[in-house]
Protein backbone atom coordinates (compact mmCIF):
# COMPACT_ATOMS: atom_id res chain seq x y z
CA UNK A 1 0.00 0.00 0.00
CA UNK A 2 1.44 2.84 -1.09
CA UNK A 3 0.46 7.15 -0.34
CA UNK A 4 -0.60 8.96 -3.22
CA UNK A 5 -1.15 12.29 -1.74
CA UNK A 6 -2.95 13.79 0.81
CA UNK A 7 -5.45 16.94 0.23
CA UNK A 8 -6.64 19.47 2.64
CA UNK A 9 -10.25 19.75 2.08
CA UNK A 10 -13.33 21.20 3.53
CA UNK A 11 -14.07 21.48 7.19
CA UNK A 12 -9.75 20.98 7.31
CA UNK A 13 -10.42 17.36 6.70
CA UNK A 14 -7.32 15.80 5.54
CA UNK A 15 -8.06 12.92 2.40
CA UNK A 16 -5.18 10.40 2.06
CA UNK A 17 -4.83 8.47 -1.31
CA UNK A 18 -3.67 4.93 -0.58
CA UNK A 19 -2.91 2.85 -3.70
CA UNK A 20 -2.88 -1.19 -3.08
CA UNK A 21 -0.92 -3.43 -5.56
CA UNK A 22 -4.18 -5.63 -5.45
CA UNK A 23 -7.56 -6.49 -4.33
CA UNK A 24 -6.08 -8.67 -1.51
CA UNK A 25 -3.84 -5.91 -0.71
CA UNK A 26 -6.45 -4.12 -0.20
CA UNK A 27 -9.05 -6.51 1.62
CA UNK A 28 -6.26 -6.84 3.97
CA UNK A 29 -5.89 -3.17 4.54
CA UNK A 30 -9.75 -2.74 5.27
CA UNK A 31 -10.16 -6.23 7.06
CA UNK A 32 -7.52 -4.25 9.95
CA UNK A 33 -10.60 -2.35 10.82
CA UNK A 34 -12.26 -5.05 12.68
CA UNK A 35 -16.20 -5.41 12.91
CA UNK A 36 -17.40 -1.50 13.35
CA UNK A 37 -17.73 -0.95 9.59
CA UNK A 38 -20.37 -1.29 7.17
CA UNK A 39 -19.53 -2.02 3.67
CA UNK A 40 -21.79 -0.34 0.54
CA UNK A 41 -21.58 -2.31 -2.76
CA UNK A 42 -23.91 -1.75 -6.08
CA UNK A 43 -24.86 -4.98 -7.63
CA UNK A 44 -21.99 -4.89 -9.71
CA UNK A 45 -18.94 -3.89 -7.32
CA UNK A 46 -20.50 -7.05 -4.79
CA UNK A 47 -19.32 -9.46 -7.75
CA UNK A 48 -15.82 -8.47 -7.35
CA UNK A 49 -15.31 -10.44 -3.87
CA UNK A 50 -16.07 -14.07 -3.74
CA UNK A 51 -17.50 -13.40 -0.26
CA UNK A 52 -18.83 -10.36 1.13
CA UNK A 53 -17.75 -8.94 4.41
CA UNK A 54 -19.96 -9.68 7.26
CA UNK A 55 -21.88 -6.61 7.52
CA UNK A 56 -22.97 -4.97 4.21
CA UNK A 57 -25.48 -3.56 1.92
CA UNK A 58 -25.98 -3.85 -2.09
CA UNK A 59 -27.85 -1.64 -4.22
CA UNK A 60 -29.09 -1.67 -7.50
CA UNK A 61 -26.44 -0.42 -9.59
CA UNK A 62 -27.60 2.75 -11.56
CA UNK A 63 -27.54 6.66 -11.17
CA UNK A 64 -31.48 5.78 -9.94
CA UNK A 65 -29.93 4.46 -6.74
CA UNK A 66 -28.94 7.78 -5.93
CA UNK A 67 -32.01 8.88 -3.63
CA UNK A 68 -33.41 9.18 -0.46
CA UNK A 69 -34.58 5.74 -0.16
CA UNK A 70 -30.73 4.37 -0.40
CA UNK A 71 -29.55 7.43 2.21
CA UNK A 72 -32.34 5.65 4.13
CA UNK A 73 -31.73 2.02 3.79
CA UNK A 74 -27.70 2.93 4.44
CA UNK A 75 -28.53 4.61 7.95
CA UNK A 76 -31.29 1.63 9.23
CA UNK A 77 -28.23 -0.81 8.31
CA UNK A 78 -25.79 1.27 9.83
CA UNK A 79 -28.29 1.27 13.15
CA UNK A 80 -28.46 -2.36 12.72
CA UNK A 81 -25.14 -3.22 12.90
CA UNK A 82 -24.49 -0.78 16.07
CA UNK A 83 -22.23 1.58 14.32
CA UNK A 84 -21.28 4.24 16.80
CA UNK A 85 -19.79 7.73 15.62
CA UNK A 86 -16.73 6.41 15.31
CA UNK A 87 -17.50 3.60 13.16
CA UNK A 88 -16.90 3.67 9.58
CA UNK A 89 -19.04 3.48 6.32
CA UNK A 90 -16.75 2.25 3.70
CA UNK A 91 -18.24 2.74 0.06
CA UNK A 92 -16.97 0.16 -2.85
CA UNK A 93 -17.82 1.32 -6.13
CA UNK A 94 -18.22 3.72 -8.99
CA UNK A 95 -19.57 7.77 -8.16
CA UNK A 96 -23.03 6.84 -7.35
CA UNK A 97 -21.74 4.30 -4.05
CA UNK A 98 -19.14 7.22 -2.60
CA UNK A 99 -21.77 9.96 -3.15
CA UNK A 100 -24.80 8.46 -1.51
CA UNK A 101 -22.75 6.62 1.15
CA UNK A 102 -20.52 9.56 1.89
CA UNK A 103 -23.55 11.59 1.90
CA UNK A 104 -25.09 8.91 4.58
CA UNK A 105 -21.61 9.07 6.71
CA UNK A 106 -21.75 12.55 6.78
CA UNK A 107 -24.82 12.73 8.45
CA UNK A 108 -25.28 9.12 10.66
CA UNK A 109 -25.12 10.43 14.01
CA UNK A 110 -23.89 13.24 12.58
CA UNK A 111 -20.98 12.18 10.87
CA UNK A 112 -19.25 9.12 10.77
CA UNK A 113 -16.41 7.75 9.51
CA UNK A 114 -15.53 7.14 5.80
CA UNK A 115 -13.51 5.53 3.54
CA UNK A 116 -14.22 5.69 -0.40
CA UNK A 117 -12.76 2.71 -2.58
CA UNK A 118 -13.74 4.14 -5.82
CA UNK A 119 -14.15 1.28 -8.17
CA UNK A 120 -14.47 3.01 -12.07
CA UNK A 121 -12.33 5.15 -13.22
CA UNK A 122 -14.27 8.35 -12.90
CA UNK A 123 -15.09 7.82 -9.18
CA UNK A 124 -10.50 6.98 -9.12
CA UNK A 125 -9.75 10.44 -10.61
CA UNK A 126 -12.79 12.53 -9.86
CA UNK A 127 -16.00 11.36 -7.27
CA UNK A 128 -13.59 10.30 -4.42
CA UNK A 129 -11.38 13.60 -3.86
CA UNK A 130 -13.10 16.51 -2.93
CA UNK A 131 -15.71 15.59 -0.17
CA UNK A 132 -18.62 16.16 -2.18
CA UNK A 133 -21.29 14.37 -1.39
CA UNK A 134 -24.46 14.09 -2.94
CA UNK A 135 -28.60 12.09 -3.88
CA UNK A 136 -30.38 13.45 -6.60
CA UNK A 137 -33.79 14.68 -6.06
CA UNK A 138 -37.36 15.77 -8.06
CA UNK A 139 -34.90 14.64 -11.15
CA UNK A 140 -32.48 17.00 -10.50
CA UNK A 141 -28.95 15.74 -10.08
CA UNK A 142 -27.33 16.27 -6.85
CA UNK A 143 -29.52 18.41 -5.56
CA UNK A 144 -28.79 17.47 -1.85
CA UNK A 145 -25.79 16.97 -0.61
CA UNK A 146 -22.95 17.74 1.80
CA UNK A 147 -19.28 18.61 1.83
CA UNK A 148 -17.69 15.60 3.76
CA UNK A 149 -14.38 14.80 2.46
CA UNK A 150 -13.45 10.71 3.12
CA UNK A 151 -10.43 10.72 5.45
CA UNK A 152 -9.21 7.52 3.00
CA UNK A 153 -9.73 6.82 -0.05
CA UNK A 154 -8.00 3.36 -0.87
CA UNK A 155 -7.59 2.78 -5.13
CA UNK A 156 -6.78 -0.72 -6.59
CA UNK A 157 -6.27 -0.31 -10.64
CA UNK A 158 -6.75 -3.92 -10.61
CA UNK A 159 -10.40 -3.36 -10.57
CA UNK A 160 -10.48 -1.33 -13.54
CA UNK A 161 -10.40 -5.07 -15.69
CA UNK A 162 -13.91 -5.61 -15.22
CA UNK A 163 -15.70 -2.16 -15.89
CA UNK A 164 -16.89 -2.19 -19.21
CA UNK A 165 -15.02 -0.42 -22.22
CA UNK A 166 -17.98 2.14 -21.87
CA UNK A 167 -17.69 2.93 -18.47
CA UNK A 168 -13.69 3.10 -18.79
CA UNK A 169 -13.94 6.10 -21.49
CA UNK A 170 -16.30 7.39 -19.83
CA UNK A 171 -13.55 8.24 -16.84
CA UNK A 172 -10.91 8.64 -19.41
CA UNK A 173 -12.72 11.45 -21.10
CA UNK A 174 -12.52 13.70 -17.52
CA UNK A 175 -9.04 12.20 -17.15
CA UNK A 176 -8.03 13.82 -20.63
CA UNK A 177 -9.98 17.23 -19.69
CA UNK A 178 -7.29 17.14 -16.37
CA UNK A 179 -4.47 16.92 -18.45
CA UNK A 180 -5.57 20.32 -20.13
CA UNK A 181 -6.07 21.70 -16.66
CA UNK A 182 -2.91 20.69 -15.47
CA UNK A 183 -0.43 23.53 -14.52
CA UNK A 184 2.22 21.38 -16.29
CA UNK A 185 2.61 18.88 -19.07
CA UNK A 186 3.62 15.40 -17.72
CA UNK A 187 -0.47 14.50 -17.71
CA UNK A 188 -1.16 15.50 -21.75
CA UNK A 189 2.82 13.82 -22.76
CA UNK A 190 1.96 10.43 -20.55
CA UNK A 191 -1.20 9.96 -22.47
CA UNK A 192 0.42 10.65 -25.76
CA UNK A 193 3.25 8.27 -25.02
CA UNK A 194 1.36 5.20 -23.35
CA UNK A 195 -1.82 5.90 -25.06
CA UNK A 196 -1.66 2.10 -26.18
CA UNK A 197 -0.97 0.68 -22.91
CA UNK A 198 -3.63 3.36 -21.20
CA UNK A 199 -6.50 1.65 -23.48
CA UNK A 200 -5.30 -2.28 -22.61
CA UNK A 201 -5.22 -0.72 -19.33
CA UNK A 202 -1.96 -1.64 -18.02
CA UNK A 203 -1.37 -1.73 -14.64
CA UNK A 204 1.75 0.56 -14.66
CA UNK A 205 0.29 3.10 -17.30
CA UNK A 206 -2.98 3.94 -15.37
CA UNK A 207 -1.15 3.80 -11.95
CA UNK A 208 0.59 7.10 -13.01
CA UNK A 209 -2.05 8.13 -14.90
CA UNK A 210 -4.53 7.83 -12.43
CA UNK A 211 -1.76 9.56 -9.54
CA UNK A 212 -1.06 12.50 -11.96
CA UNK A 213 -5.04 13.50 -12.24
CA UNK A 214 -5.67 13.17 -8.79
CA UNK A 215 -2.87 15.75 -8.32
CA UNK A 216 -4.59 17.95 -11.30
CA UNK A 217 -7.98 17.50 -8.70
CA UNK A 218 -5.53 18.43 -6.11
CA UNK A 219 -4.00 21.53 -7.18
CA UNK A 220 -8.09 22.88 -7.50
CA UNK A 221 -10.05 22.05 -4.80
CA UNK A 222 -7.13 22.74 -1.93
CA UNK A 223 -7.28 25.86 -3.09
CA UNK A 224 -10.99 26.27 -3.36
CA UNK A 225 -12.40 23.56 -1.11
CA UNK A 226 -16.30 24.64 -1.29
CA UNK A 227 -16.08 26.08 -4.82
CA UNK A 228 -16.75 29.38 -3.39
CA UNK A 229 -14.09 31.40 -5.28
CA UNK A 230 -14.30 30.31 -8.74
CA UNK A 231 -10.76 28.09 -8.81
CA UNK A 232 -12.17 24.98 -8.44
CA UNK A 233 -14.63 25.80 -11.00
CA UNK A 234 -12.17 25.42 -13.29
CA UNK A 235 -12.94 21.84 -13.29
CA UNK A 236 -15.81 21.95 -15.17
CA UNK A 237 -14.38 22.34 -18.52
CA UNK A 238 -16.86 20.92 -21.03
CA UNK A 239 -19.19 20.25 -18.71
CA UNK A 240 -21.85 23.35 -19.73
CA UNK A 241 -21.36 22.22 -23.34
CA UNK A 242 -21.62 18.05 -22.50
CA UNK A 243 -24.21 18.26 -20.03
CA UNK A 244 -26.51 19.57 -22.40
CA UNK A 245 -25.61 17.22 -25.02
CA UNK A 246 -26.23 14.38 -22.10
CA UNK A 247 -29.66 15.74 -21.99
CA UNK A 248 -30.79 16.22 -25.50
CA UNK A 249 -30.02 13.42 -26.12
CA UNK A 250 -31.82 11.42 -23.45
CA UNK A 251 -29.04 10.50 -21.88
CA UNK A 252 -28.62 7.38 -24.16
CA UNK A 253 -25.74 8.06 -26.86
CA UNK A 254 -22.88 10.05 -25.07
CA UNK A 255 -22.04 8.59 -21.29
CA UNK A 256 -20.85 11.34 -19.01
CA UNK A 257 -17.42 11.15 -19.80
CA UNK A 258 -17.43 11.38 -23.74
CA UNK A 259 -20.01 13.73 -23.60
CA UNK A 260 -17.24 16.23 -21.28
CA UNK A 261 -14.59 15.02 -24.06
CA UNK A 262 -17.16 16.79 -26.92
CA UNK A 263 -17.92 19.65 -24.94
CA UNK A 264 -14.40 19.96 -23.85
CA UNK A 265 -13.69 20.29 -27.48
CA UNK A 266 -16.15 22.84 -28.10
CA UNK A 267 -14.87 25.12 -25.80
CA UNK A 268 -11.42 24.70 -27.21
CA UNK A 269 -12.98 25.90 -30.29
CA UNK A 270 -14.70 28.97 -28.65
CA UNK A 271 -11.88 30.19 -27.40
CA UNK A 272 -10.02 29.63 -30.09
CA UNK A 273 -12.50 31.24 -32.27
CA UNK A 274 -12.39 34.65 -29.96
CA UNK A 275 -8.67 34.75 -29.62
CA UNK A 276 -8.46 33.38 -25.97
CA UNK A 277 -7.10 30.32 -26.46
CA UNK A 278 -3.65 29.79 -28.70
CA UNK A 279 -5.21 27.71 -32.28
CA UNK A 280 -2.50 25.76 -32.56
CA UNK A 281 -2.29 24.54 -28.87
CA UNK A 282 -6.65 24.01 -29.35
CA UNK A 283 -5.90 21.82 -32.47
CA UNK A 284 -3.79 19.34 -30.26
CA UNK A 285 -5.65 19.31 -27.69
CA UNK A 286 -9.15 17.86 -29.92
CA UNK A 287 -6.48 16.08 -31.94
CA UNK A 288 -5.70 13.97 -28.50
CA UNK A 289 -9.15 13.45 -27.89
CA UNK A 290 -10.28 12.40 -31.02
CA UNK A 291 -6.93 9.81 -30.56
CA UNK A 292 -8.62 8.10 -27.65
CA UNK A 293 -11.61 7.41 -30.05
CA UNK A 294 -14.45 10.38 -28.77
CA UNK A 295 -16.46 11.44 -31.32
CA UNK A 296 -15.16 15.51 -31.53
CA UNK A 297 -16.94 16.04 -34.41
CA UNK A 298 -20.44 15.14 -33.27
CA UNK A 299 -23.22 17.99 -34.18
CA UNK A 300 -26.72 18.10 -32.41
CA UNK A 301 -29.25 17.88 -35.51
CA UNK A 302 -30.93 21.52 -36.47
CA UNK A 303 -33.99 20.35 -34.81
CA UNK A 304 -32.48 19.28 -31.26
CA UNK A 305 -31.54 22.94 -31.00
CA UNK A 306 -34.38 24.53 -28.86
CA UNK A 307 -34.19 20.83 -26.41
CA UNK A 308 -30.07 21.89 -26.45
CA UNK A 309 -30.40 25.71 -25.26
CA UNK A 310 -33.10 24.35 -23.03
CA UNK A 311 -31.21 22.49 -21.05
CA UNK A 312 -28.04 24.81 -21.37
CA UNK A 313 -30.44 27.64 -19.76
CA UNK A 314 -31.22 25.26 -17.33
CA UNK A 315 -27.65 24.60 -16.08
CA UNK A 316 -27.03 25.45 -12.33
CA UNK A 317 -23.45 27.30 -13.62
CA UNK A 318 -25.54 30.15 -14.50
CA UNK A 319 -24.31 33.91 -12.96
CA UNK A 320 -26.65 36.78 -12.91
CA UNK A 321 -28.50 35.09 -15.79
CA UNK A 322 -25.54 34.58 -18.26
CA UNK A 323 -24.20 31.58 -19.16
CA UNK A 324 -20.82 31.01 -18.38
CA UNK A 325 -18.22 28.70 -19.88
CA UNK A 326 -14.98 27.77 -18.53
CA UNK A 327 -12.35 28.33 -21.69
CA UNK A 328 -8.90 27.64 -21.74
CA UNK A 329 -5.90 29.95 -22.74
CA UNK A 330 -3.69 27.27 -23.06
CA UNK A 331 -1.95 24.71 -20.54
CA UNK A 332 -3.57 24.79 -17.13
CA UNK A 333 -4.91 28.49 -17.79
CA UNK A 334 -8.84 28.31 -17.41
CA UNK A 335 -11.36 31.52 -17.46
CA UNK A 336 -14.72 31.79 -17.27
CA UNK A 337 -16.11 33.96 -20.02
CA UNK A 338 -20.14 34.47 -21.23
CA UNK A 339 -20.54 33.09 -24.70
CA UNK A 340 -23.50 34.35 -27.06
CA UNK A 341 -26.00 31.74 -27.92
CA UNK A 342 -24.89 32.46 -31.56
CA UNK A 343 -21.51 30.96 -31.02
CA UNK A 344 -22.82 28.50 -29.12
CA UNK A 345 -25.44 27.21 -32.13
CA UNK A 346 -22.32 27.60 -34.24
CA UNK A 347 -20.47 25.53 -32.62
CA UNK A 348 -22.93 22.63 -31.35
CA UNK A 349 -25.23 21.88 -34.43
CA UNK A 350 -24.57 20.76 -37.97
CA UNK A 351 -25.93 23.42 -40.03
CA UNK A 352 -26.64 26.54 -37.86
CA UNK A 353 -30.11 28.20 -38.46
N1 LIG B 1 -18.67 13.69 -5.69
C1 LIG B 1 -18.06 14.16 -6.75
O1 LIG B 1 -17.19 15.03 -6.69
C2 LIG B 1 -18.41 13.58 -8.09
C3 LIG B 1 -17.62 13.87 -9.21
C4 LIG B 1 -17.95 13.28 -10.42
C5 LIG B 1 -19.04 12.44 -10.52
N2 LIG B 1 -19.80 12.20 -9.41
C6 LIG B 1 -20.96 11.31 -9.48
O2 LIG B 1 -20.49 10.02 -9.83
C7 LIG B 1 -21.51 9.31 -10.53
C8 LIG B 1 -20.91 8.74 -11.78
O3 LIG B 1 -19.87 7.87 -11.41
P1 LIG B 1 -19.62 6.50 -12.19
O4 LIG B 1 -19.43 6.79 -13.61
O5 LIG B 1 -18.60 5.74 -11.45
O6 LIG B 1 -21.07 5.83 -12.08
P2 LIG B 1 -21.59 4.51 -11.34
O7 LIG B 1 -21.22 4.46 -9.93
O8 LIG B 1 -23.04 4.42 -11.68
O9 LIG B 1 -20.77 3.36 -12.09
C9 LIG B 1 -20.97 3.13 -13.47
C10 LIG B 1 -21.25 1.64 -13.72
O10 LIG B 1 -20.05 0.92 -13.55
C11 LIG B 1 -20.27 -0.16 -12.63
N3 LIG B 1 -18.99 -0.42 -11.98
C12 LIG B 1 -18.31 0.37 -11.13
N4 LIG B 1 -17.12 -0.16 -10.85
C13 LIG B 1 -17.06 -1.35 -11.52
C14 LIG B 1 -16.06 -2.34 -11.65
N5 LIG B 1 -14.87 -2.24 -11.07
N6 LIG B 1 -16.34 -3.41 -12.43
C15 LIG B 1 -17.53 -3.52 -13.07
N7 LIG B 1 -18.50 -2.58 -13.02
C16 LIG B 1 -18.26 -1.51 -12.24
C17 LIG B 1 -21.38 0.31 -11.75
O11 LIG B 1 -22.04 -0.76 -11.13
C18 LIG B 1 -22.26 1.04 -12.74
O12 LIG B 1 -23.06 0.13 -13.44
C19 LIG B 1 -22.62 10.31 -10.81
O13 LIG B 1 -23.66 10.11 -9.88
C20 LIG B 1 -21.94 11.66 -10.56
O14 LIG B 1 -22.85 12.66 -10.14
C21 LIG B 1 -19.50 12.74 -8.21
Redesign the pocket.
Known amino acids: MRTLLKARLANDVHSTVLMADNLKDLSAHLGAYGRSVLWIF????AK?FKQLPHSHLVLE???SS?NFVSLERIIAAALEEGLSRDGRIIAF???????VAGFAASVYMRGCKLTLVP??L??MV??SL?G???IDYQGM??MVGTFYPADEILISVD??R???ER?FL??LGEVIKHALLSPDERMYRHLVVHKRAILNRESEALSTLIELSLEVKKHYIEQDPTESKQIRQMLNLGHTFGHALESTLHFGHFS?GAAVAWGTCRALEAGALLGVTDKRWAEGAIELFGSFGYEIDYKIGRGDWIAYREHLLKDKKRIEGKLHFVLLEGQGKGVLKVLDLALVQQLVISRPL
Not at 42 to 45: I, R, V, Y
Open positions: DTNTLSGEKGGGMVCDTSLADAGKTAKNVLTLTESGH
